[in-house]
């Protein structure tokens, strides 16, 4: 399993705000540097994407805790289990999927 995350995201790097959009839906504008609103919960500038080459992105309310990647970002944002949220990216980056757990 750790292996194949490690293969995604080195398929990933450089494309962590490109798989942020299209398969976490989170509005590009958003992932400027700077606060905004959250996507999931409102609030004003709670929301800020903190780490664009790992694609992390943080929610001071609901998304503070592991939230260390753009695959942990995406799982998040469309209420997926990380493992589905894996399964999308591999389909993405034409990478095979990881065995079953
Ligand atoms: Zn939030």
């Known amino acids: 399993m750790t292996s194949s995350i490690d293969r995604l995201k080195s398929l990933a790097k ?3 705000t490109e798989l942020l959009t299209t398969l976490g839906s989170i509005p590009v504008e958003l992932l400027d ?3 905004h609103p959250c996507p999931k919960c409102g609030g ?6 903190i780490d664009a080459a790992a694609g992390a992105v943080l ?10 990647d753009w695959l942990s970002a995406v799982a998040w944002h469309q209420g997926v289990s990380l493992v589905d949220a894996i399964r999308l990216a591999a389909e993405h980056l034409k990478s095979p999927p990881p065995l079953p757990m």
């Open 59 to 68: 929610c001071r309310k609901c998304f503070s805790k592991g939230n260390g």
């Open 44 to 49: 004003t500038d709670r929301f800020s994407l």
């Open 14 to 16: 450089g494309r962590e």
């Open 33 to 35: 540097g700077r606060g």
